[in-house]
């Protein structure tokens, strides 16, 4: 962040819109003077304290609770105070600008995006894992995923991921004194069990990179295209997939006109849905926007369903969207209205697909009778679409977990699985093997921030929202 992070920063940290409560919140290395210039009294540490908000002429904007955190002993580590007005737009503009005014001989400042969390961080407050998982539990979508984002943020992933660090560091540590000793460089790996030591750390690693896997999950969801000509049922599917979720099938704000995308929660996994209505229909401009961004979404998807009238199969689209997806992409060619035909194999895959399996463009095409009116087979298809997911939860909750996290732990592997070839060649490079734990040791630092670039660290907070 480019800004100075001595500054106080003040943002209204409530979601925009109307709300019983709204709060503006001002963090600095010493409030004392901000606040006595606010409220014309100096307030108590961790005591609620109900005041009138008043504008510099002495006029109130608002009454609420006044909360004053003293450094350390608050979100940010600095000096915090909270103000807790009426939740409209209007007036919480109103309070934020006079805490500008109050603030402006402390060289007050608005907050940037994420910039409370990221002084969290900078004051070690909150590991660089956890301060994610604070914007991860916000944007959680389903119950599952603010569940497990709420596990990252306990600290809970952070510390597994350091306790395993720990343990390479010990290694290193007498890899690296043998290494001065060259003379006993012979006998290191049997005198230290090293080989053994660094299996164990592998297989712990497995484990945390499979939990945070599932996390990812959870995170990500799984991007599903959504074809087929109209009436062949469609939002009756979604609808039935959805259950009682079904409140959750909302278009994404903004998209509203082509409803591009719809969001649906599988076990709490979220299934992002793109729906091709109106593929093929227009040459108008604006339309054709809606479609390039159609496609734009097809082609990152990570299956198709192609959705027909079990009735009246068509293929229609098919090829299209086949040869414009990845080739490792599966496709489901799933025909609903089973009920509606006397003779549908009703175990689901029809008999016909496992003696010819099917590819177009490519992709191998699985086949699915399905009724989305009776709820025949759709426990397959979900089951499906949470494998294509790579969903398995195991008996232990997930740890919400980005993709930077998995990349760094699955590189992390590939240095301790170099390490252990090293170890088994039994050729004594010792200073190779050390290498190895070396850069196992950095990419699992990077996860809790313990060796991370100020651009990583830029692009992770300027993704928040203003006032986090
Ligand atoms: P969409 O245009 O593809 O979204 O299709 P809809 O979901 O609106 O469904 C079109 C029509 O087919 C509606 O009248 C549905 O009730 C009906 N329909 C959808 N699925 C089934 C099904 O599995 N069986 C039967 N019999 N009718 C269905």
Redesign the pocket.
Known sequence: MIASSQDPIAAIATAPGKGGIGVVRISGPNLDGIATKLFQQPLKPRHAHYLSFNDAEGRAIDAGIVLYFKAPHSYTGEDVLELQGHGGPAVLKRILARCMEAGKDWGIRHAEPGEFTQRAFLNDRLDLAQAEAVADLIDASSEAAARSAMASLSGAFSREVTALNDRIIHLRMLVEATLDFPEEEIDFLEKYQARPTLEAIITDLQAIRKRAGQGMILREGLHVVLA??????????LNALAGDDVAIVTPIAGTTRDRVIQQIHLDGVPIHIVDT?GLRETTDEVESIGISRTWAEIERADAVIH?QDAREPNDELEEEIARRIPTRTPVLKVY?????IADANTDGLSSNTQSQPESIAGHAVEKLF?????GQNLDALRQRLLDIAGWSPGAESPWLARERHIRALEAAEEHLAAARAHAELDDQVLDLFAEELRLAHEELGAITGQFTSDDLLGEIFSSFCIGK
């Open positions: 087929g000509r109209p009436n062949v049922g469609k939002s009756s599917l209505a959705l609903n209205k089973m009920d509606l399905i009724s989305a009116r009776t």
